[in-house]
């Protein structure tokens, strides 16, 4: 699904069902990162005309699936606070170049790659929360899935506004052969991102 190397086991979804509080928290901050990195980009490149608008409603739509995955977190009597991160992005993340705009294209294809990982392992939450009568949250995680997948392809996308499209894939490919060795890497924390 969406090139991504390596697939993610059943085993993991046994894992973290059992702390679908601690998955809501971090769906929140998931939701909120990825707002920010756009932004970001927003503020960082403003010369990348062809980036603004769609960069733009991407910031606001992750932010209305923060507000969502809120509501869920306070219709279940949690509250969103500061939780322990794994390690995930920040092992995928040190693919970066330093140097732009390598940095700029290495950072829009992490980013790609995230959308891609969340996507896949959403799909299996979804799946496996309709298995356990959970039909509510099961349609809300399908609903990101589906938005997901979209993001993917529009990171892919609008590098290719500002790099060679050989550039982008090939690199793209070296993004997702590390991101396998990350997740060979994962950790035991009950997280989407572990
Ligand atoms: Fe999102
Ligand atoms: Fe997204």
């Known amino acids: 699904m969406l090139r991504l190397r390596a697939h993610t086991d059943r085993s993991w979804l046994d894992k973290v069902l059992p702390h679908l509080d601690q998955l809501l928290v971090e769906q929140a901050h998931l939701e909120k990162k990825a707002a920010s990195g756009a932004l970001t980009f927003l503020f960082r490149y403003p010369e990348a005309d062809a980036m603004q608008r769609p960069l733009s409603e991407l910031v606001r ?50 980013h790609a790659v995230i ?60 993004v997702l052969e590390h991101e396998a060795v990350v997740l060979a890497r994962a950790t035991e924390l009950p997280r989407l991102h572990n």
């Open 115 to 174: 959308e891609a990982r969340s996507c896949e392992r959403m799909k299996l939450l979804a799946e496996g929360l309709r298995d356990v009568d959970e039909i509510e949250l099961a349609d809300f995680y399908h609903g990101l899935v589906i938005s997901e997948a979209r993001h993917h392809g529009l990171w892919v996308q609008l590098a290719k506004t500002v790099f060679a499209a050989d550039e982008v894939e090939a690199r793209l490919d070296q």
């Open 61 to 110: 739509e992750e932010l209305e699936h923060f507000e969502a995955t809120l509501g869920f977190l306070a219709a279940r009597g949690l509250r969103f606070g500061r939780q322990k991160p794994g390690p995930y992005a920040a092992r995928l993340l040190e693919i970066v170049r330093d140097d732009e705009p390598a940095r700029m294209l290495d950072q829009m294809l992490c």
